[in-house]
């Protein structure tokens, strides 16, 4: 069975900053090229970011230089690095396999972040 299990989000105040991680299991996650979705109260599912398996990266423009998305194959886990974060981006952050369109990828649960002061 595959699974797919966010974990690290929470409340931060604006200029603040979380690791996200995914705990994957059930596929072969060294293969796999995996996204990091977001879907903001009342809107739509936003692609953040990519991580190929052989480590390559891609990011929405404009997150780049607050966002890194990293991979540790031997613990079958992506991470999401978020700093400098802005009260935009609150929201359901997802993990997911790296399929278009992202409405139709399996993801997680999500985990909420928050940024408020």
Known sequence: ???L???GGG???PGGSLRLSCATSGFTFANSAMNWLRQAPGKGLDWVSTI???GSTYYADSLKGRFTISRDNDKNTVYLQMNNLEPEDTATYYCAFAHWPITSA???QGTQVIVSS
């Open 5 to 7: 299990v966010e974990s």
């Open 106 to 108: 399996p993801r997680g």
């Open 1 to 3: 069975e595959v699974q």
């Open 52 to 54: 190929g398996p052989d």
């Open 11 to 13: 409340l931060v105040q």
